[in-house]
């Protein structure tokens, strides 16, 4: 029975803050003859557009709208881009002029023009796309600040289809053929279009190393200024320098203090980095993207974790 009229009580006293809120628009009930308009969707958009107008006073329906049940707003689906004045109306007379401007429908897919090139030693190639309007973001592409140019850098010979949308989802399909750029120099590691070298395992030797790159392939490996042994062990940061005259920076999978090593320490650095104490160069975030994502993220922290107790691979 307290309790119940402890209730009642707590009821009442949040009745009074309500009404305490409220009670300024309350006193200034009449504000005139208020509209909103509102535009669903209202960025680019391949749909129609739905546009509601909503009042504090009931509306007097106007060819064309659908007035709601109470009468307060109407709306009117727009299949195209327009500019349009209306006069809205209340019940008891009062009125406003109202005007409508849909700029954003958007049914054309973007016009593409695409040019490539490559490098001298032919081992990469450089693919820029220009739109006649602004473009979404494509995973693997850069996007230019005014979204209208997207570039890619390849590394290897490829065939592939790319939909490149603009703002409002219209697609145009790409299809970029890459195929003149020189054999791969490796069928275990991969070159990255930053210049690092990846998927090596953590403990590999030079002699292991020089086994899994292509016998053609002319190059040294470096340890700052010192040339490698057979019997060294190939660290994250050892520079692959070629004959043609290009470093690729190594990063061996899961080292991320440049012992060669993947092990405890390599854990607490990745824990760091990921928690923003510890900035990791370009060639440390290739050695800390365990899964081969592009990212470093929570996902490489438990795979390193799971090659530490032995229950995966890198
Ligand atoms: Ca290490
Ligand atoms: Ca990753």
Known sequence: MKIHKKRIISSIL???ILISIFSPYVLAADIGFVLTVDYSPNKPTYDNVKVTISSNKTLTKITGWILS??????????????EENITVESTTGESSNVTIQINYIDRKSPQLENSITKNANNTKAFVTVK???PLQEVVGWTLSEDKMTLTKTYVKNMEEI???????????????TINYLEESISSSY????????IKIKPGTTYAQFKQNIEEKI???VLDGTRELTDSD???????????????????VTGDLNGDGYLRLSDLAILKMALVGKKELSVVYLRAADLNYDNRVKLSDLS????????????
């Open 190 to 197: 991969e070159r990255t279009s930053d210049d690092c070298l």
């Open 233 to 251: 062990i190939i660290k994250t940061g050892q520079i692959m320098r070629r004959t043609n005259g290009e470093d690729y920076t190594i990063a």
């Open 218 to 220: 002319e190059y040294t």
């Open 69 to 82: 049940e109470d009468k307060k707003s109407m709306y009117k689906i727009y299949n195209d881009n327009m």
């Open 131 to 133: 739109a006649n309007e």
């Open 14 to 16: 949040l009745l009074f």
């Open 162 to 176: 790319v939909e490149i949308k603009d703002l409002a989802g219209n697609i145009t399909s790409l299809h970029v």
């Open 303 to 314: 795979k390193i974790k799971m090659v530490l107790v032995g229950k995966e691979n890198v």
